[in-house]
């Protein structure tokens, strides 16, 4: 029997339907969250639980499992030495569907595909702010002090025929 072995095909050619599906969990497990619709984040998400569950073991056939669907090996070493271990202890549910309401183009539903146990980095982001203030405060203090070399030079000019003129009034 068939039954509950179906999937959403999402308006797309096998072809085009399996390059996005490998796209798309190659870029969850790299930035371990994914902006997308929500139909996408469902169908995304039951692959990508899958492949957790195989990381859990790191063995060669495992590897060659999720290399299906991971071609970066970088991120398919990812998933086996940090996101795998991570979630060792967890017996399944590894990620979480959020979501956004709808896009303003085609009212399509947004979703937030997301490990479960990612936190958002906004540390290292207010680190970045600051580094970047700093360097543009940096580039402003010697635009500064450029223009305030200009403006002496043009002030004494100014400032000698006025001084003439109380001399002589």
């Given amino acids: 029997m068939k039954h509950k072995n179906g999937f959403n095909p999402l308006s797309r050619n096998s072809a085009h339907r399996r390059a996005m599906h490998r796209n798309m969990v190659t870029s969850l497990f790299k930035f371990e ?6 139909p996408k984040a469902l169908e995304v998400r039951r692959t990508a639980e899958k492949l957790i569950t195989r990381a859990k073991v790191d063995s060669v056939h495992n590897r060659r499992q999720a290399a299906r669907f991971i071609a970066d090996e970088a991120v398919l070493a990812k998933l086996f030495t940090d996101i795998g271990p991570r979630m060792k202890d967890r017996p399944g ?3 979480r569907i959020m979501k956004l309401g709808f896009r303003n183009g085609d009212a399509a539903e947004l979703a937030i595909l997301e490990l479960v ?10 680190k970045k702010k600051e580094k970047k203030a700093a360097s543009k405060k940096a580039s402003g203090d010697s635009a500064k002090k450029a223009k305030a070399e200009k403006k002496p030079a043009g002030k004494a000019k100014t400032e000698e025929p006025a001084a003439e003129s109380k001399a002589e009034g």
Avoid at 33 to 38: I, P, Q
Avoid at 118 to 123: G, I, N, V, W
């Fill in 33 to 38: 969250r994914v902006t997308t619709t929500k």
């Fill in 93 to 95: 549910g590894y990620t």
């Fill in 117 to 126: 146990d990612y936190t958002l980095d906004t540390e290292g982001k207010d």
